[in-house]
């Protein structure tokens, strides 16, 4: 026996996809309502024989349902009241019914259903094709609800644009009034070329001056000296404050050590950036990429110039709590990073979606 379960956004698509799976003489086991989202369990296994409609009586349009509701009315029991304790069936034949019975009526409703949605379509509601391409190219159902004015009757463009808006992380002054910057990543996401390009974007772009740089900074005795180098170099020139990029060696250790790094030094303010390469999955990104738990963290998309970013990525980040700051390559330190853009974004996505379109 096969057993499947399907959910989608109203019954009819749920249905349409029962049938295409199973065929018209699928058995319905169950069906809920989960998440905003229509559940139904079918199987194509064989209880009875089915008795077969004529040809002629399959072909007979004053026989179909005109909708979806009407398939589903039929299944309603008209009953009427005779007393507070009391309710009895108006259709008296259903009384003699067996479940046999019911479940030979259920699959006779399905194959009318088919019917309906193979021959009038013209009757139907149009699916949205620009919902259901963002769907093919990677949008996951999580991250829908984490993206204002996202509207499943919208525009890809319109979609496109909310997605866009909120992925990306526009210019913050909390970024740039920082004084460390804690660099972290897995091992080959290229945190080692971000930091040679950030440190020129600070100095070019934000007018830094130089930054010092630490790296392979793991445990305790690390963060104290990032802290002790700093307090000591501030103190010198206070009209030239010294900022440094710090790279984060040890992930598993990161959020315990800076805890302990904010308590002793309140007074120094400082940003995470969260350096993840492109070219991952979905499932990979979730899995693997801490949450985002801060309120000043940032993220970096890198390797962009090996790779573009994908639907499923920007579905994953999302749903991983980050917004992305900026986009980086692995080509020469002057160029390859910048801040990322919504218009960028959004054009890029519609590309991707209209791909599946087209296929």
Known sequence: MAEITVKAIDSAAAMEEIVKRLGV????????????QIEIVATNDEP???ERKS??????????PTSFADVLSSKVVKTKKVSDDTIIDQDTTNLEKTGFEIIKNMREELRALSQLIDGNEAKTQPVNTDYYALKASGLRKSSET??????????LTENSKAIAKAFVRGH?????DSDIFFVVGLDKSGKSAFIDKFKLFCSEKLDFGKV????NVTGASDYNNVATWFEKNNKRDAQLPKRCVVEVNDINQFETQLYRFQKINPSI????????????????????IRRSTLENEYLVISKLDTCDI???????ILDLGYKCSFFSGLVENNEGLYYARVDQVASHIVALAEKHKEG
Not at 146 to 155: E, G, Q, R
Not at 172 to 176: A, D, M
Not at 269 to 288: F, T, W
């Open 25 to 36: 003489d699928a058995l319905i086991v169950s069906t809920r309502k989960v998440d905003g």
């Open 48 to 50: 009875i024989v089915v």
């Open 55 to 64: 040809l002629a009586e399959a072909n007979d349009n004053s026989k179909r």
């Open 146 to 155: 984490v993206i204002p004015n996202f509207d499943l009757d919208a525009s």
């Open 172 to 176: 913050s002054k909390n970024f740039e």
């Open 212 to 215: 010092h740089t630490f790296f």
């Open 269 to 288: 303010q400082y940003s995470v950036i969260n350096v993840v390469e492109a070219g991952r999955s979905y499932e990979y990104l979730v899995n693997n």
């Open 310 to 316: 994908t639907v499923s990525e920007i579905s994953a």
